[in-house]
Nanobody, 121 residues
Framework: VQLQAFGGGLVQAGGYLRLSCAAS????????MAWFRQAPGKDREFVAA????????YYADAVKGRFGISRDNAQNTVYLQMNSPKPEDTAVYYC???????????????WGHGTVVTVSS
């Protein structure tokens, strides 16, 4: 599986932004998908994950209620809707694919290049 994330940019606090991650390969619908982020000087951290069918969604406490993860298996794409972002959400956002739900980075086999999100106050 090859992943490519895009949609990052500069957004004002309280606004909204949608990230997309396009996947290649025929196994997309059989993988769990996740978003992680890494702020300058910090470790990469879990943001959200979604099950194969989309019925199971998991969020980090820091984004619960503000961000939404979804997927379109017909389009081999996973999304991260960022509502009411805060300056502390500024980071490089990565999408990842794996065989099960994990909050740890080493639980995912495939990673895309990141997309930069900057939230201005």
């Amino acid at each position: 599986v090859q992943l490519q994330a895009f949609g990052g940019g500069l957004v004002q606090a309280g606004g909204y932004l949608r990230l997309s991650c396009a996947a290649s390969g025929r196994t997309f619908s059989s993988t769990y998908m996740a978003w992680f982020r890494q702020a300058p000087g910090k470790d990469r951290e879990f943001v959200a994950a979604i099950s194969r069918s989309g019925g199971g969604r998991y969020y980090a406490d820091a984004v619960k209620g503000r961000f939404g993860i979804s997927r379109d298996n017909a389009q081999n794409t996973v999304y991260l809707q960022m509502n009411s972002p805060k300056p502390e959400d500024t980071a490089v956002y990565y999408c990842a694919a794996g065989s099960t739900f994990e909050r740890r980075t080493n639980g995912y086999d495939y990673w895309g290049h990141g997309t930069v999100v900057t939230v201005s106050s």
